[in-house]
């Protein structure tokens, strides 16, 4: 039952109309193809053996669902493809003498898969049964054909529920030599009768009305639940629809030496090289997929010939598509057909070391090469996780003990300690630990520092844990307002539910989760040499420097690893994160005539920055200074209190001996530490030059004073820029601030789900403000971009995951540097690069 190749002349200019076949379609317009139809087209076009057929486009998907209605004109379209497809076969739809059957598919512009609906053996009803009898000789296989036809159709078309149950039997009953007319009305007869009592309803028998329900179905089946599901999750647009691939079948389940399979031109779990996939003799693709049956590796159950015809295209594939594929075939009667290709789906690690073999290789650009990694999966892959089976199981086993709300991301395992003195003794000692408080406070912080993990009762975003953890890079929960910590009994009670001190509990600080017992974490092997490859590529296209948020010496380390060209700081973050900011709030409630000079302030930042500076070695560091306004740390430093008695502190400049005090104590860090240059403070919500030459009047009060900067943070500051940046010696933008000024909306909002997404969903946005980057904020930026010179470069501070369409659309306004959380180095790293080689 081979199918001849289709014919038509390949790159022949598209018809008009819904329709387009394999031979005349343009593959690049996948937008109207789908990514199948855009698949089996250029397969086609390429000379490789792919049954024919053509495709509805995606067009007549959105009228069909704007209508309710198949769009005029589209009846006829499918009715001169069928001649078509008649003619290039040399069979006929539905009838003798040599039948054609069809399958039915969905192929939507971005890979959803399992999501629409599929069709296979449309076109089988008595006539054709008949002559598929007379030219196999198998009464089985057209009672199998006839049984898989009317469940799917019924399911998909009708949704019927288990329509095909007990056909099985009913086949298997079948002898070959039966007469095959009479199987096909046995089989028929019994499919309708239980689709009858089930459903009420009928499939059709006239192989016309099949595929016009057919082709229906597909279309509705863009907007079943789990579709809209999936694109919702995967952030797809849902006015993309659907085309229809129409495709001429093969049969795998025609013969012993035919078969089904699915192959992935690499590992796509590992990224290892080789050919990878499944084979299932005597079997259709559905077989293969559904699991019902166990199939074999392809590289033992294919003959050895179809296996290196399998091998060779698989590898032409790959090359002329750059990427590592997934390849649904079929075998009928030892003959090659090939039926789908697409990007395969991988996991992170398998995607970093595909990237670095395709880098390697150089069989492609560095472009392409990067092109199917992503900075999500960058970050999967540099930070220990827990394993995922063991969170099912954990979960499973009623282990999760309660859900508060994730801090700070990380996922640690250790033992329950309820005191931060014993927290710190039993860290001492060498064991990991937990630190579970009501509340905590700064009274605290040694515990804190030595645990691994946070998690406390009370307490928001914002609280003294949720900070102080931030800037120790500390697992944190939150607001887990289920626990009740009772420290005298050194038990933690959660819903009736008792846990003694030093049992061991895991923590999940980015999705708030708090489980009983010890889950295990790796770091995937792909985090080591194939990432470094990948990056280095990345780095050198994109030419940035990329500087790491630290916050104690023990940080810089872990920057140098991630790759730092330089690091950041903040006064406050260093004082919260060694126990000192309290002589900080100490200082600024004190008698405004008392300490006018902050001599005391001047003393705890040489004496904080100082091992910071000496572990940072040449590495350029910036220092932002104190923000007494800054959302995120309103509680820690008393800013109602702080700003009502003084309200001038809530001004950048509004008390010029405190930014003194900052920059004496900086300047003798750095002398401390050996350091001639490379470090300068810069204060935050500067928005006028006044300011800026104010700022470096006081420097110039500071013998051998380091740099000074500032951090702009509204959009007048950003409309300034270039008469600040005279001023200056370094200056630095916060995307988030200035993003969230122009919008109006809180800062902390854009690093949370809740409540924008739903915002966004409906409608009330036309910018997501956590992806991408305003209009209105671009344009600022482009003036920010005009202040920079050769000895001035403009950061870009970013906060949390940084979005690649947004690291593009920075790049691409020309900034050169950018300062990241040390977790976000990597992925931006990759972002950048994948935006200059995009260039």
């Keep these: 039952m081979a199918e001849p190749q289709s014919s038509g002349r390949p790159g022949a200019p598209a018809a008009p109309g819904f329709t387009r076949t394999?031979?005349?379609?343009?593959?690049?317009?996948?937008?109207?193809?789908?990514?199948?139809?855009?698949?089996?087209?250029?397969?086609?076009?390429?000379g490789l053996r792919v049954p024919p057929g053509y495709v509805i486009g995606t067009d007549a998907c959105r009228r069909y669902l704007a209508e309710g209605t198949l769009p005029a004109g589209l009846a006829d379209e499918v009715a001169a493809r069928l001649a078509e497809l008649e003619r290039d076969s040399g069979k006929t739809f539905g009838a003798g003498p040599t039948p054609l059957?069809?399958?039915?598919?969905?192929?939507?512009?971005?890979?959803?898969?399992?999501?629409?609906?599929?069709?296979?053996?449309?076109?089988?009803?008595?006539?054709?049964?008949?002559?598929?009898?007379?030219?196999?000789?198998?009464?089985?296989?057209?009672?199998?054909?006839?049984?898989?036809f009317h469940a799917m159709y019924a399911e998909t078309v009708l949704g019927a529920l288990d329509p095909g149950e007990g056909s099985d039997a009913l086949v298997a009953a079948v002898e070959?030599?039966?007469?095959?007319?009479?199987?096909?009305?046995?089989?028929?007869s019994a499919c309708e009768a239980a689709l009858e009592e089930s459903d009420g309803e009928s499939v059709p028998a006239d192989p016309t009305a099949q595929l016009f329900g057919a082709v229906e179905a597909v279309f509705r089946s863009w907007n079943t639940r789990r579709a809209r599901t999936y694109r919702e999750f995967h952030a797809i647009p849902h006015d993309l629809g659907t085309a229809v691939v129409v495709q001429s079948m093969v049969f795998g389940n025609l013969s012993d030496d035919s078969g089904s399979g699915v192959v992935f031109t690499r590992n796509p779990a590992s990224g290892e090289p080789g050919l990878f996939g499944e084979y299932l003799a005597h079997a259709q693709g559905e077989d293969v997929v559904a699991g019902t049956r166990t199939p074999d590796p392809v590289d033992r159950a294919l003959a050895p010939a179809l296996l290196d015809e399998l091998r060779r295209t698989c590898a032409d594939l790959e090359r002329d598509r750059g990427d590592v594929l997934d390849i649904?075939?079929?075998?009928?009667?030892?003959?090659?057909?090939?039926?789908?290709?697409?990007?395969?789906?991988?996991?992170?690690?398998?995607?970093?070391?595909?990237?670095?073999?395709?880098?390697?290789?150089?069989?492609?650009?560095?472009?392409?090469?990067?092109?199917n990694l992503s900075p999500e999966q960058v970050r999967q892959v540099q930070r220990p996780g827990f394993d995922d089976d063991e969170v099912a199981r954990a979960r499973a086993g009623d282990r999760l003990l309660t859900t508060g709300i994730g801090a700070c991301p990380g996922q640690v395992s250790g033992v329950l300690v309820l005191d931060p003195d014993r927290a710190r003794e039993r860290a001492d000692a060498g064991e990991d630990?937990?630190?579970?408080?009501?509340?905590?406070?700064?009274?605290?912080?040694?515990?804190?520092?030595?645990?691994?993990?946070?998690?406390?009762?009370?307490?928001?975003?914002?609280?003294?844990?949720?900070?102080?953890?931030?800037?120790?890079?500390?697992?944190?929960?939150?607001g887990a307002s289920a626990i009740t910590v009772d420290e005298a009994a050194r038990t933690?009670?959660?819903?009736?539910?008792?846990?003694?001190?030093?049992?061991?509990?895991?923590?999940?600080?980015?999705?708030?989760?708090?489980?009983?017992?010890?889950?295990?974490?790796?770091?995937?092997?792909?985090?080591?040499g194939a990432l470094g490859s990948v990056l280095a590529a990345a780095a050198g296209a994109s030419g940035?420097?990329?500087?790491?948020?630290?916050?104690?010496?023990a940080d810089v380390a872990r920057a140098r690893e991630a790759g730092a060209s330089g690091l950041v700081t903040a006064v406050d973050d260093v004082l919260a994160a060694t126990g000192h900011l309290d002589g900080l709030v100490e200082e600024l409630l004190s008698d405004a005539g008392v300490q006018e000079r902050f001599d005391r302030v001047a003393d705890l930042v040489e004496q904080e920055l100082t091992p910071l500076l000496d572990a940072a070695g040449d590495l350029p560091v910036g220092v932002r200074a104190v923000d007494l306004v800054a959302d995120e740390a309103r509680e820690l430093l008393q800013q109602t209190a702080v700003t009502t008695r003084h309200p001038e502190l809530a001004l950048p400049l509004g008390r010029p001996a405190l930014v003194e005090a900052q920059l004496r104590g900086l300047t003798r860090a750095a002398a401390a530490a050996g350091r001639t240059g490379g470090v300068h403070l810069a204060v935050r919500h500067l928005s006028d030059p006044a300011e800026a030459a104010a700022l470096r009047a006081l420097a110039t009060e500071v013998p051998g004073a380091v740099a000074v900067g500032a951090y702009l943070t509204s959009p007048r500051a950003a409309a300034g820029a270039?008469?600040?940046?005279?001023?200056?010696?370094?200056?630095?933008?916060?995307?988030?601030?200035?993003?969230?000024?122009?919008?109006?909306?809180?800062?902390?909002?854009?690093?949370?789900?809740?409540?924008?997404?739903?915002?966004?969903?409906?409608?009330?946005?036309?910018?997501?403000?956590?992806?991408?980057?305003?209009?209105?904020?671009?344009?600022?930026?482009?003036?920010?971009?005009?202040?920079?010179?050769?000895?001035?470069?403009?950061g870009m501070r970013l906060s949390g995951e940084v979005p690649e369409e947004a690291a593009a659309q920075l790049y691409g306004l020309g900034f050169r540097r950018f300062a990241v959380d040390v977790d976000g180095s990597r992925p931006l790293v990759l972002a950048l690069g994948k935006a200059a080689l995009g260039d």
């Excluded at 070959?176 to 028929?188: K, L």
């Excluded at 940046?725 to 909002?749: H, K, N, T, Y």
């Design 101 to 148: 059957l069809l399958s039915v598919r969905s192929g939507a512009p971005v890979s959803m898969p399992g999501m629409m609906d599929t069709v296979l053996n449309l076109g089988i009803g008595r006539e054709a049964a008949v002559a598929l009898g007379a030219v196999t000789g198998d009464a089985r296989f057209v009672a199998d054909l006839t049984a898989r």
């Design 544 to 553: 940035c420097e990329v500087l790491v948020r630290v916050t104690l010496p």
């Design 492 to 528: 933690l009670v959660v819903g009736g539910r008792t846990v003694a001190e030093g049992d061991e509990v895991s923590l999940d600080g980015a999705g708030g989760e708090l489980f009983l017992g010890r889950i295990s974490t790796a770091t995937p092997a792909a985090a080591t």
């Design 176 to 188: 070959p030599a039966e007469d095959a007319g009479a199987v096909y009305d046995r089989i028929w």
């Design 328 to 371: 649904e075939f079929t075998v009928e009667r030892s003959t090659l057909y090939f039926l789908q290709v697409r990007s395969a789906k991988r996991t992170p690690e398998a995607a970093v070391r595909i990237a670095a073999d395709f880098l390697t290789e150089a069989h492609v650009a560095p472009a392409v090469a990067l092109r």
């Design 433 to 478: 630990v937990i630190l579970a408080r009501a509340v905590t406070s700064p009274a605290d912080l040694h515990g804190m520092i030595a645990a691994n993990g946070i998690v406390t009762a009370t307490g928001g975003s914002t609280s003294h844990a949720a900070v102080v953890a931030r800037a120790l890079g500390t697992s944190c929960v939150v």
């Design 22 to 46: 394999f031979a005349e379609a343009d593959p690049a317009d996948v937008d109207r193809l789908g990514g199948k139809g855009s698949g089996l087209a250029r397969m086609s076009q390429q």
């Design 722 to 794: 270039p008469d600040i940046a005279a001023c200056v010696d370094v200056l630095w933008v916060e995307v988030r601030a200035l993003q969230s000024a122009v919008f109006g909306i809180p800062a902390r909002q854009l690093l949370t789900s809740d409540p924008l997404d739903d915002y966004l969903r409906r409608g009330l946005l036309s910018v997501d403000p956590r992806t991408a980057l305003d209009p209105v904020v671009r344009s600022l930026l482009g003036t920010v971009a005009t202040a920079q010179r050769a000895d001035l470069p403009v």
